[in-house]
Structures are given as C-alpha cells and as structure tokens.
C-alpha cells in the first residue's frame, strides 16, 4: 500500500514553455502532498507543502509565480513550473502522507527529470 | 535551521561486509526517518524512529536513534549488491509535530559482488 505515482518521468522542453507534472496517490487519500527539488549530489529541498483544497505553502526564495500548485483533490496534486528556464532543470519529487499523524510517513513518487533547453 | 549530516558520503564494500550509515543533526531530533534512493528515483521508506533509544530491523538492516548524541545510525549486515543505492536521512523540523522533514544529503553505497 501507500503508492504514489509521478507523471511525466522525463521532460525536455524548449526555454519558455511552461511544463506541469502530476502527483497522484493511488491506493489511498493524501491530505498533505509536497514537492521538492534535488540536484546532483545534493539534498531534497522542500519547495512547498499542499494541502486539499487550499493554497500551497512556500518555503523562503521559491517563487509562488514561477511554480504553480494545485491539489484540487485528496488524490491529485499538480506542480506547474511557468515560463521555464535552463536554471529551471532539475530532478522534481513529490510525496504524499496518508494521514496528518506525527510520525506518519512520507511516500514519494519515482521523480521527474526536467530538462530545458 | 535544523541541518542533518551524513557520513561516510559515499562507501564502497565487498559483498558480505557489514557497514554502518551515520546521521547527525544540528539540533534536537523529534523523530528520524530512513530512505533509500536509486539514482533517477524516487525514496522508498525504509524505517522510522520515534523516540531515543529505540532500535528497528527490517531483513538485514537496523537502524538506532541516539537521542543524546542527536545521531541515527543505519548498519546493514552481509551486504548484497541489492542494498546499493543512496541512503537519506530525514527528520520533522524543529518542535516535533512537523509534517515538513529536512533531509541529509545521502551517502551513496556501492556494493562489489
């Protein structure tokens, strides 16, 4: 149980499309979702946290305008990332918790891999 | 900020060796979470501690929170090649009750059959 499924796993696309990528939990129903950026050799770096029904939460220096959220179901969340850059490509992951419960578990998608050129 | 370091960043070990995987934070820890990696992928869940002291296995790998030391340490015995990957470290931000978790950078094991 508890699998969530990323879509596309690779994008290239040309310097100023605007590319969005989806965050589904499949088996069960994800009150809070969040995204995050990886580079090369780095950590994950929380981008925003989702929430059903509401407006995402940033964290400090990710811009709200440049990458959309949009979790419009307790199954769905979306990341828009607009008018996108080569500064843009990176390695997106999504994860989803089952329950709002201390010490519930993060399930992550397998990634999606954004290239601009 | 609540950063967490891991260490070694990368270890390569023979087929059948034992290995240990340290994660220490900068600040207090709440809770700590283990994830594996393969390159190109998401995290699979691995294990997770909630309280100092307490010691988890799952097949050939145990994991043990430190609460003291504010240190987690991950021990895989006679590894496989199957173990290989990037193993990351992640805890709730300062104050407990967090959702949000921080994540060490990983350390990237490489097994030789």
């Known amino acids: 149980g508890a699998v969530v499924s990323q879509h596309p796993s690779w994008v290239i696309c040309k310097s100023g499309t605007s590319v969005k990528i989806e965050c589904r939990s499949l088996?069960?129903?994800?009150?809070?979702m969040f995204w995050y950026r990886q580079f090369p050799k780095q950590s994950l770096m929380l981008m925003a946290t989702?929430?059903?029904?509401?407006?995402?939460?940033?964290e400090q220096g990710v811009e709200k305008d440049k990458f959309l959220i949009n979790h419009a179901s307790l199954t769905l969340s979306t990341l828009t990332v607009t008018s996108a850059h080569p500064e843009d490509s990176s390695f997106y992951i999504c994860?989803?918790?089952?329950?709002?419960?201390?010490?519930?578990?993060?399930?992550f998608g397998d990634g999606t891999r954004l290239s601009i050129l | 900020s609540q950063e967490l370091e891991q260490s070694p960043q990368s270890l390569i070990v023979q087929e059948g060796k034992n290995l240990t995987i340290n994660c220490t934070s900068s600040?207090?820890?709440?809770?700590l979470y283990w994830y594996k990696q393969k390159y190109g992928e998401g995290l699979i869940f691995l294990m997770m501690l909630q309280k100092g002291g307490e010691e988890k296995s799952h097949e050939k790998i145990t994991a043990k929170l430190d609460e003291k030391k504010q240190q987690s340490s991950l021990h895989i015995t006679a590894s496989q090649p199957s173990h290989a990957g990037i193993y990351l470290c992640g805890a709730p931000l300062s104050g407990g009750g967090s959702e949000k978790l921080v994540f060490g950078k990983g350390t990237k094991l490489t097994v030789n059959p």
């Open positions: 994860s989803a918790i089952r329950d709002s419960i201390w010490g519930e578990p993060q399930h």
């Open positions: 088996d069960f129903q994800a009150t809070t």
């Open positions: 989702s929430n059903e029904g509401s407006k995402a939460t940033y």
């Open positions: 600040k207090t820890l709440y809770g």
